[in-house]
């Protein structure tokens, strides 16, 4: 690791990661400051809710009957939110990390310094590692004190850290897809448009699997399967294959990214 | 110990020809100039050093140490001019110079202020908003704080005025006084003649000649144009060494290769009124080479 590098990857992300955490934080805040004004008009909401054909309702994740309690209100919405929204900024700038130097050419000024392959994508995971675990802990500290100023502080804490894990975990796998793809790529570029599809693609993929038995088989292809919401159920908490496989494609992508990084000619 | 040995290096890019089979030494202490026409494979060449691409086959080693395995022991001991400079643009001149020499742990102070001087920079300018002879200048500045013990330089010149240039040769005159090796690769003729001991030349990703600057000079070829006085006949010139004449009304134009006083004497005894010499472009100095090749594919 260069902590050269990776002090001026620090501060050259600095501004977007700080204007994503505001945003999700923003978000978060706003949901869950709307929790109270929705209990008191709960009837209206449930004939609202009853107009939603039941295939929309499973499809988007609605469970009515989970809006009684704070955190069945909160998990509707923390998908869009953290493994979305933020999953989208992962990605994008897990794309960036190495793909930058790249395109702007500095490559070249990077590599006839002395630093080692290894080095770089070591510092650049590092970089990358900061700043998706700042976005998720800024995160969960808006849920944790919103939560707490709405229900007088009466929820299982237990549940809103395991459900934000899972959320980093999906975090994290993203960015390591987005900077695993430029490794592969001859001539590296940034992947926004492909990184946003691949998560709301992967995020659609969920989303039939939930509709209908016969989609049974794209579970392997999407992540979102493996972000436990169901935070009302009596068993919650942190599943060892969830954990497993959210570690484990993280991992094999991070060993890949090394052995093939070290191997890339750098076309500038 | 050689600075440079490369045995059998060859760089395919997929189909597309990088460089070929190259094997040159270069001992310490010496400027080595590496000349050839754009697209010949010279920043291939110095790319495969740097580590930033992977040599197809062949081998070759700076200090003993392998371009392959060993790039950052290497990368410690080189400086580099790119021919293209391509900064951090948010960075200002300071920030970059204090961020490039961190990662050789090199106390700044050493040579810092000297360099900045001897090629005037602001330092607290932007990256982005300088010329590009100024970021050359950084560029060249960056090479030389950690006191390398190999440069290697890839058309540095490009972009220097000729003031800053000529103190650019200077400072590297000196650095080889003390004992630095200078790889310098260049498609200008004249620059490798003023500052280079042996040169190679490379043409289609094939060395096709090394040798001291002094030989080499003696097969360059020198253009000359002569123009003939009003009235007078048309001249048969019959010097060895004259090839390819092109002759419009009363001007005669030529590429020479020999002693230029055996040209002179023959010239004197003409009708001219005016002549010139000059260094040939790049091009006709490879006429030579091809002329070469022709004729021992018409043996």
């Known amino acids: ?268 | 110990m050689y600075a440079i040995e490369t045995k059998g290096l060859t760089k395919y890019y997929g189909k597309a020809r990088g460089i070929i089979d190259l094997s040159f030494r270069i001992e310490e202490g010496e400027i080595f100039g590496f000349i050839g026409p754009n697209g010949s494979g010279k920043t291939t060449t110095i790319r495969l050093f740097l580590s930033l691409l992977f040599p197809t086959s062949g081998t070759g080693k700076i200090f003993d140490y392998d371009i392959v395995k060993d790039g950052p022991k290497i990368k410690k001991m080189v400086g580099f001019v790119p021919s293209e400079v391509h900064y951090y643009e948010n960075m200002t001149v300071k920030e970059l110079i204090e961020y490039s020499a961190r990662f050789y742990n090199v106390p700044l102070e050493l040579r810092f202020n000297r360099l900045v001087d001897a090629f005037d920079l602001d330092l607290t300018r932007k990256i982005d908003d300088l010329s590009m002879g100024n970021k050359k200048k950084v560029a060249v500045i960056l090479s030389l704080i950690h006191q390398p013990r190999l440069l290697i330089l890839d058309e540095p010149t490009t972009g220097l005025d000729p003031l800053i240039q000529n103190r650019f040769f200077d400072i590297l005159k000196e650095e080889n006084e003390k004992g630095t090796t200078i790889f310098f690769s260049s498609h200008v003729l004249s620059e490798v003649e003023k500052l280079c001991h042996k040169v190679a030349i490379i043409k289609e990703g094939k060395i096709i000649d090394e040798d001291d600057i002094d030989s080499l000079k003696g097969k360059l070829l020198s253009r000359v144009t002569v123009r003939l006085k009003y009235g007078a006949k048309d001249i048969t010139l019959k010097t060895p060494g004259i090839i390819s004449i092109e002759r419009n009304k009363n001007e005669c134009s030529f590429l020479y290769q020999g002693e230029i006083a055996v040209l002179l004497r023959d010239l004197s005894q003409m009708p001219i009124e005016k002549i010139t010499i000059a260094e040939p472009d790049l091009e006709e100095v490879f006429m030579h080479y091809y002329q070469d090749d022709n004729r021992k594919e018409d043996e």
């Open chain 1, 1 to 268: 690791m260069s902590l050269n590098l990776l002090l001026k990857e620090l501060k050259r992300y600095l501004k977007g990661t700080i204007m994503i955490s505001l945003s999700v934080a923003f978000y978060i805040g706003f949901s869950l400051s709307m929790y109270s004004i929705m209990q008191e008009n709960m009837s209206k909401i449930y004939d609202l809710y009853s107009t939603i054909p039941e295939s929309l309702r499973v499809a988007f994740n609605f469970h009515l009957n989970q809006w009684n309690r704070i955190l069945g209100f909160y998990a509707t919405y923390f998908v869009y939110y953290i493994p979305i929204m933020a999953g989208c900024y992962s990605i994008i700038l897990g794309s960036k990390l190495l793909s930058k130097e790249e395109q702007n050419k500095t490559a070249e000024f990077l590599l006839s310094r002395p630093v080692s392959r290894e080095q770089i994508v070591s510092s650049k995971l590092l970089t990358f590692l900061i700043h998706v675990l700042g976005i998720n802990l800024f995160a969960f500290l808006v849920a944790l004190i919103s939560c707490g100023l709405v229900t007088d502080w009466d929820f299982n804490m237990v549940i809103l850290i395991v459900l934000h894990t899972y959320g980093f975990l999906m975090c994290f796998l993203f960015g390591i897809v987005g900077f695993f793809i430029t490794v592969l790529m001859r001539r590296a570029k940034a992947i926004a448009g492909i990184g946003i599809g691949i998560v709301l693609g992967t995020y659609f993929f969920d989303m039939m699997i939930r509709i209908s038995n016969r989609f049974q088989f794209l579970l392997y292809l999407t992540p979102f399967k493996y972000v436990d919401i169901d935070v009302l159920s009596e068993d919650y908490g942190f599943d060892a294959w969830r954990l497993m496989f959210f570690l484990g494609t993280s991992g094999i992508l991070i060993v890949l990214s090394y052995v093939f990084y070290k191997k890339k000619d750098i076309l500038i």
